[in-house]
Every structure is written in structure tokens, then in C-alpha cells.
T-cell receptor, first 114, second 117 residues
Framework: AQSVTQLGSHVSVSEGALVLLRCNYS??????LFWYVQYPNQGLQLLLKYTSAATLVKGINDFEAEFKKSETSFHLTKPSAHMSDAAEYFC????????????FGTGTQLKVEL | DVKVTQSSRYLVKRTGEKVFLECVQD?????MFWYRQDPGLGLRLIYF???????EKGDIPEGYSVSREKKERFSLILESASTNQTSMYLC????????????????FGEGSRLTVL
């Protein structure tokens, strides 16, 4: 069964610093992988997705993620954090079989400090 | 833009009450989902509907039921609310046709925060 593990439930960075949010996946077949963001009091929004077309995926707001099969990772990065990036971030993997349902990680809360 | 609307942002109910959470989407999507979100547990799938009157259990269906009488509306029902059902409930929709089918992009509502006393 597919699953994802997000390392670090809370990450704190300074404004302007590099953002790195970690996600490792487990899948017996080539996975589809996603990053979603949830701003306070809102639903989730798609940041980016990997569907095997390219290993480096660019998303909205200068976020990007690199699919590394050898490391079974799909870490999310942003070169320079902004205060508005403070949110909770979820990694997700698409399951095989029936409905393409997603399995979500437990989330990483990103705090951006001045 | 796709809009997924959840009828109630905040609800407070008492143990044993029947609770209805309503979700409406405006993009003619076949697939709709109900997730539950709890701190430290992420999102867990409660039920999934792939068409009108069609439903499938997710990972944590116990204590919940759903209704999909019309394509745009997917309701989550708590027959007898319990305190351990206090949570944030998120509805989502996705179309199975076109370029997004295999990409699995979900569109979420803003959530319904339920407190059961």
C-alpha cells in the first residue's frame, strides 16, 4: 500500500531563508505525488504534483519539489521564505486501484519568522 | 475556478444528536470525498463517491454514512454524534475525465469544524 511520511511536524525558518519540507513515500508502483498547502481557516490547495513527466516539478509561489526514486523522496523547497508562506503543508500519494484516492501525510506546520 | 462549498463552517452538537454536513461543488465533478483532519494525523478518508448514488468506504467509515442523490451534492451524516467525532471535516471533489484524471488533483472546501459536547 502506498504511504507518505513527513519528517518534522513543525519547521521554523527566517524570512528570506531556504524552505525545505521533507516527504518520503512508500509505493510498490510508480507513484503520483502531490504537495498541498492549507492556510489558516481554509481548505487545502494544490501546490504542485509529480506524474512522471519530469523529476523536478515547479509549483505556485516559487515552490518546487524533486522526485528522487533512489531516495524515495519528494521534498518541497522554496529558495526564499516569505511571511505569507506560513501554513500547513501536506504531502500526498495517489493510491493504485479504484478511484485514485489520495493518502496524505500528517502535515508540516511552517512558521516564518522575521 | 472550481468552487466547493461546505454549508457550515462551525457546528456545536451534543452527544447522540444526528449531524448533517453538506457539500456542494459547481464543476460537474463525478468524484467527491469526505476527509477528516486531526492534528498529528493529517487527513483521513471517510467516504468516497464516484457518481450519483455510488459510494465507497474510506479508511475510517465507522460512525459515518453518506448520501449522494445529486451529482453536485455530497452529504456526510453522523447518525449519533460522539465526542471522538469532534474534528475538522473537509469535502473535496475531482473530475475523472480529462488531463486531471490521473493527476488526481482535488479541490477542497474550507472545512466544517464540528465540536461534539
Amino acid at each position: 500500500a502506498q504511504s507518505v511520511t513527513q519528517l518534522g511536524s513543525h519547521v521554523s525558518v527566517s524570512e528570506g531563508a531556504l524552505v525545505l519540507l521533507r516527504c518520503n513515500y512508500s509505493s510498490s508502483v510508480p507513484p503520483y505525488l502531490f504537495w498541498y498547502v492549507q492556510y489558516p481557516n481554509q481548505g487545502l490547495q494544490l501546490l504542485l504534483k509529480y506524474t512522471s513527466a519530469a523529476t523536478l516539478v515547479k509549483g505556485i509561489n516559487d515552490f518546487e519539489a524533486e522526485f528522487k526514486k533512489s531516495e524515495t523522496s519528494f521534498h518541497l523547497t522554496k529558495p526564499s521564505a516569505h511571511m505569507s508562506d506560513a501554513a500547513e503543508y501536506f504531502c500526498a500519494v495517489s493510491r493504485t486501484g479504484g478511484g485514485n484516492k489520495l493518502t496524505f501525510g500528517t502535515g508540516t506546520q511552517l512558521k516564518v519568522e522575521l | 475556478d472550481v468552487k466547493v462549498t461546505q454549508s457550515s463552517r462551525y457546528l456545536v452538537k451534543r452527544t447522540g444528536e444526528k449531524v448533517f454536513l453538506e457539500c456542494v461543488q459547481d464543476m460537474d465533478h463525478e468524484n467527491m470525498f469526505w476527509y477528516r483532519q486531526d492534528p498529528g494525523l493529517g487527513l483521513r478518508l471517510i467516504y468516497f463517491s464516484y457518481d450519483v448514488k455510488m459510494k465507497e468506504k474510506g479508511d475510517i467509515p465507522e460512525g459515518y454514512s453518506v448520501s449522494r442523490e445529486k451529482k453536485e451534492r455530497f452529504s456526510l451524516i453522523l447518525e449519533s454524534a460522539s465526542t471522538n467525532q469532534t474534528s475538522m471535516y473537509l469535502c473535496a471533489s475531482r473530475s475523472p475525465s480529462g488531463s486531471r484524471v490521473r493527476s488526481g488533483e482535488l479541490f477542497f472546501g474550507e472545512g466544517s469544524r464540528l465540536t461534539v459536547l
